[in-house]
């Protein structure tokens, strides 16, 4: 997630909550939501993607460093292993609004419906970090497993689903965000180049540090923007309990526009969103090198992944874009 403020940093070196632990636990949240029975994530998947992402070698995944060309270059490998167009001529779409040579991978996928495929939604996460920091026991590279390495294992995995099964109604653009820590500069990117194609886009959704479980079990999520659009509210009636909800943090930090979601609000004016756990009491190491996959939770997780799929599937093919701002 974008560095708010200082003040934010402050308080996050305050929390004296214990170091997270791996789980083999599954969210306490009801397990009777109607997964889509063709395909659930697998643990050891997730497990494996996040691995990879958080290693030494990416070495932190700074924009415009040759750690973050790794990832993109394995990001790559996802879209083209499991048969997924680019939106543009490639993959890499060359950012217009930083110095150095970066690149959010965008990938598509065609709508099935003859005429609800001329809609789109938008499906991302950042996959930079902030690369080498100051070292804390020796450490310097801020690895980014939870910040934000676990949203785009969350989006490999939703772009698996819809590559094999093509359930998807609505087209889907698929993008992993190059510069989020600079200054959201990625997603602006795209969202003016989507924008100036005067693409119908109906929404956008975001996953940010969904590393760690909430000490919480009234929700498994928490939605940025909760009041401006009754996404919260459909989320809730397609998964048929309470998946997503509100926490004060949410308004106290500014969330909404802290992450890659508030530009393609600013450009389009629709319901563009992020889900996240990370509620600045579970999870100490924002922007930290100790930010590492040992800490990240991939049960939950997995869990994240298999609730969101098919509540996603359900907003990309209503029959009407039920998904709307509130007035």
């Excluded at 790559?76 to 939106?87: H, L, M, Q, T």
């Excluded at 087209?171 to 959201?184: D, Y």
């Excluded at 509540?311 to 039920?322: H, P």
Aim: with cysteine; hydrophobic share 35%.
């Amino acid at each position: 997630m974008k560095k708010i403020c200082f003040f934010i940093s402050l308080a996050l070196l305050a929390c004296n909550g214990t170091k997270s632990t791996v789980s083999g636990e599954s969210n306490s949240i009801s397990e009777s939501t109607t997964i889509s029975a063709k395909y659930v994530a697998k643990q050891e998947d997730v497990a494996k993607t996040l691995q990879f992402l958080t290693s030494d070698d990416l070495e932190g995944r700074n924009t415009g460093s040759a750690g973050i060309e790794k990832a993109s270059y394995f990001l790559e490998g996802i879209f083209k292993k499991n048969g997924v167009k680019p939106y543009f001529k490639t993959y890499r779409d060359t950012l217009s609004n930083y110095d150095l040579p970066a690149y959010n991978m965008v990938g598509y996928i065609e709508g099935n419906d003859p005429k609800l495929k001329n809609e789109f939604v938008v499906i991302g996460a950042h996959y930079d970090h902030i690369g080498r920091i100051q070292a804390v026991n020796g450490d310097d590279i801020g690895n980014g497993a939870n910040d934000n390495a676990s949203g785009t294992t969350a989006v490999t995995e939703v772009v698996k689903y819809f590559a094999k099964y093509k359930t998807n109604k609505r087209s889907i653009i698929f993008a992993f965000f190059s510069a989020e820590e600079k200054g959201l500069l990625g997603s602006k990117h795209l969202a003016k180049k989507l924008k100036e194609q005067d693409i119908d886009l109906y929404f956008m959704f975001n996953y940010e540090m969904i590393g760690v479980k909430m000490n919480r079990e009234d929700m498994l999520l928490y939605l940025t923007g909760f009041g401006k659009s009754n996404m919260a509210k459909k989320m809730n009636e397609y998964a048929e309990e309470n998946l997503i909800g509100y926490i004060p943090a949410e308004t106290q930090y500014q969330l909404f526009r802290a992450s890659d979601n508030y530009p393609f609000y600013t450009e389009f004016e629709i319901p563009a969103q992020t889900v996240s756990t990370f509620d600045f009491e579970n999870f100490q190491f924002y922007h930290q090198p100790d930010d590492e996959f040992e800490l990240m939770d991939t049960a939950h997780m997995t869990n994240v992944i298999n609730k969101t799929i098919p509540v996603l599937e359900k907003m990309m093919n209503a029959a009407t874009k039920e998904i709307q701002m509130n007035k």
